[in-house]
């Protein structure tokens, strides 16, 4: 009992810091250190200002009027309708350039992971995403728009008369916008497949399974996570555009479906997203409803912190989830 008690009040160590204090750095160390607390001080700041003005904001010209009615097709929008068709239209575009971009996506890190031969096409492949990955999202428009007023891709948008093709639809604008959330599945994906060790496949092996079927039954199933994480960030590029949007989709106020059938001839149409609504109708558009322009980009807010809150969800099933790796 008494060495117990000895023990019990005998001081804990104190924890160290295995730098050593900051005190005891140089002058120019402590104000580098100084400079990293306050560039990440001022990044949370601000994210938190952007967060709680367009809140403010959002919340005092939303509802639900905004949400379920449609827009009219008038220069002064304050008066008008809402922005349900760029809200149907967004979810529409991301949903056509995520189902682009996610098998494409997934194909090619599966190849630069497991095979990457020859070495000179790896190598030419992933400079290739790197160029896309920083590639202005106007060049990209331009060049979808040069692409799809082909003859050849007609089909693809609706066409005027004497068969004169536009470029301009979902298809064509899905098709570019999967160009923006390719580089992110792929560096998603290649870093989950990287991720798993080596026993793994070499277990596959030993079970007779052959390589294709190793990276179907195991490799694939074992990046999920890592897969839905590119796959969740691309979308959310997607649905922040705005370029694309206006050059690709045309940006007219309500959705204009092609001929054909209802899904097709919505796909072959134009139409507008929350981007270009609140582009248009903030003070330096053309509509004159920056009321309506402020309740928009909150709802787009509340989507890309939705999709930042799945991806943060997902990372940390894989953190908790991976325990092969140990």
Known sequence: MAAAATAARRPRPRRTDPAGSSRDWHVADRMGLALCWSAGIALCLLALGIVLFMLVRGLQYLNLDLLFTHPQPDLNQSKTGGFLDPLIGTFLLIAVGIAIALPLGVATAV??????RPFWLARAVESGVEVVAGTPSIVLAIFGLVIFQQGALGFLSFTGEGNAVFGRSFLTAGAMMAL??????VGATREALQSIPGHVREASYALGKSKF??????????????????????????????????????????????????????LRGTGSTLTSYVYNNSPAGEGNAPQKAYAAAFVLLLIVILLNFVVDLIARDRTGAATWTK
């Open 111 to 116: 190849w630069l992971s497991e095979y990457g």
């Open 180 to 185: 923006i959330g390719l580089p992110l599945v």
């Open 213 to 266: 079927a190793s990276i179907r039954r195991v490799l694939i199933p074992g990046a999920r996570r890592g897969i839905a994480t590119g796959a969740t960030l691309g979308m959310g590029r997607i649905a922040g555009d705005t370029a694309i949007v206006v050059i690709l989709l045309g940006a007219s106020l309500r959705l204009e479906s092609a001929t054909g059938t209802p899904i097709v001839g919505a």
